[in-house]
C-alpha cells in the first residue's frame, strides 16, 4: 500500500485547510485510515481516525475544529483542518492499517502503511 499525502501549506490563524491521503496498491474498504500528527521537538501525536469506515474518533480538543472524511471509491482519507492555530503547526502523515481496534486506533504502533507526510503551518 502507498499513501500519497498533500495539502499542506503555510496560513495564518483562524484559515481553514483540507489535507488528503490517497492510497493505491490494495482496497481499504475495512481498514482504519488515520492522521497523526507531529509538530517539531514533541512526539507524534494521534488526530483523526476513520475507524474501518464505520466510525470516526479524534484526538483531545480537536473534534468541532477538524472533521475526517472518507471516499472509500478513492480510496481517499480528508482531513479537514478549520479555526487553525498556531499550535497545529506540524507535519502531519496519513496512516492505515488492517486489524485496528477500537482500543489501539490511538496507537501509532496499530498502524501497518504510513505517508511521507505533509507540513501544516499555521502563523499566528
Known amino acids: 500500500v502507498q499513501l500519497q499525502a498533500s495539502g499542506g501549506g503555510l496560513v495564518q490563524a483562524g484559515d481553514s485547510l483540507r489535507l488528503s491521503c490517497a492510497a493505491s496498491?490494495?482496497?481499504?474498504?475495512?481498514?482504519?485510515m488515520t492522521w497523526l500528527r507531529q509538530a517539531p521537538g514533541k512526539e507524534r501525536e494521534f488526530v483523526a481516525s476513520?475507524?474501518?469506515?464505520?466510525?470516526?474518533f479524534y484526538g483531545d480538543s480537536l473534534k468541532g475544529r477538524f472533521t475526517i472524511s472518507r471516499d472509500s471509491a478513492k480510496n481517499t482519507v480528508y482531513l479537514q483542518m478549520n479555526s487553525l492555530k498556531p499550535e497545529d503547526t506540524a507535519v502531519y502523515f496519513c496512516?492505515?492499517?488492517?486489524?485496528?481496534?477500537?482500543?489501539?486506533?490511538?496507537?501509532?504502533?496499530?498502524?501497518?502503511?504510513w505517508g511521507q507526510g505533509t507540513q501544516v503551518t499555521v502563523s499566528s
Open positions: 496498491g490494495r482496497t481499504l474498504r475495512n481498514y482504519s
Open positions: 496512516a492505515v492499517g488492517e486489524r485496528i481496534i477500537v482500543s489501539t486506533v490511538r496507537q501509532e504502533s496499530s498502524y501497518d502503511y
Open positions: 476513520s475507524f474501518r469506515g464505520t466510525n470516526t
